[in-house]
């Protein structure tokens, strides 16, 4: 029996998204020297912040905080620093961070750390895309107004090791650029003529299910009985993508395992989401799981529109 300690702690998890590829582009040697390198950063940048470091797991840092706001913190700084190297490297050089933030007890074994917070906090960044800080609402409940930082409501998501769906939020670091949505050429003009106030979307289900959304809206796709739309096909996911109102616009973020393609009506090239995000405009379809060309692929029509038009 190994003498143990609970805490009350909020943990952070940071992993590295796309490190894969990097082993496949730069090779071995030099992509786990990127990695060893970026890891380093994201630990440097726990323990400036107050945080302890509990351990780095290949391409990814566990750390704790006393305090939820130092952990906020924390992420936000590092997602920022993050950005601004990017900047700089090639692009075979540029992989993105993804983060998870719960609070709760914690036990300390011998230095390390286990419990429901730790499980919560990587499940989240699991589930978090390319670029995103997801929460669980006790860090988020403990916050004050902090500037250039804000929390979208994620609403109920189902967590594995939860029996109840659990209220989520992503944090919006990001303070005068735009977010690294994948755009279109002509996503502009047909956004400007959307008030945003006024906008809605139209979601289609393959069973002929219907829904619609406002601007404001968060809407979960997937295989989860609890989904906003619910799509039993094995293919996708149980929390497969995610349908929100963000910068004047529906933005449309892959969580799955297998990825997310979107065709826009009038166009036969389709957009590959893997843990990234889409701009949603005008008509087209969604494919969860397989892409279109498989032909009997899961597949959800949307229309963005003037919630003043009615949509048949």
């Not at 391409?59 to 936000?76: C, I, K, N, R, Y």
């Not at 993105?96 to 990587?122: K, M, P, Q, R």
């Not at 349908?243 to 529906?250: D, E, L, P, Y």
Request: hydrophobic letters at 45%; one cysteine or more; aromatic letters at 6%.
């Amino acid at each position: 029996m190994y003498p143990s300690t609970n805490f009350s702690k909020t943990v952070v998890f940071a992993d590295i998204a796309g490190s894969t590829a990097l082993f496949e582009v730069l090779g071995n040697e030099r992509a786990a020297a990127l990695v060893a390198w970026l890891t380093r950063g994201i630990a440097a940048c726990v323990h400036k912040h107050g945080g302890r470091v509990v351990k780095k797991l290949g391409d990814g840092v566990l750390g704790v905080f006393e305090q939820p706001s130092q952990a906020l913190a924390a992420s936000v700084a590092l997602m920022r620093e993050h950005r601004q190297w990017l900047q700089s490297q090639p692009r075979a050089h540029r992989v993105e961070i993804h983060i998870g933030l719960a609070s709760g007890e914690v036990v300390e074994v011998d230095g390390d750390c286990y419990g429901d917070a730790v499980n919560l906090a990587a499940r989240l960044c699991d589930l978090a895309g390319a670029t995103e800080v997801w929460a669980a609402q006790a860090v988020v409940a403990s916050q004050h107004a902090t500037p250039g930082v804000s929390f979208i409501r994620l609403g109920h998501l189902e967590v594995r090791g939860k029996a109840e769906p659990q209220v989520m939020y992503q944090v919006e670091w990001r303070e005068d650029e735009e977010a690294d949505y994948t755009a279109h050429s002509d996503l502009m003009s047909e956004l400007n003529d959307l008030g945003p106030a006024a906008a809605e979307i139209h979601l289609f289900g393959p069973d002929g299910s219907r829904l619609r959304a406002s601007s404001g809206a968060s809407v979960q796709l997937g295989r989860a009985p609890d989904s906003d739309l619910c799509l039993t096909d094995p293919r996708v996911s149980r929390v497969h993508a995610r349908v929100q109102w963000r910068q004047g616009a529906f933005v449309l973020t892959d969580l799955s395992s297998f990825g997310t393609w979107v065709r826009f009506e009038g166009s036969d090239v389709a957009v590959q989401l893997r843990r990234e995000n889409c701009l949603l405009h005008g008509m087209g379809e969604i494919a969860l799981g397989v892409p279109f060309a498989e032909g009997n692929a899961p597949i959800i029509s949307f229309q963005v529109a003037d919630a003043r038009i009615r949509v048949g």
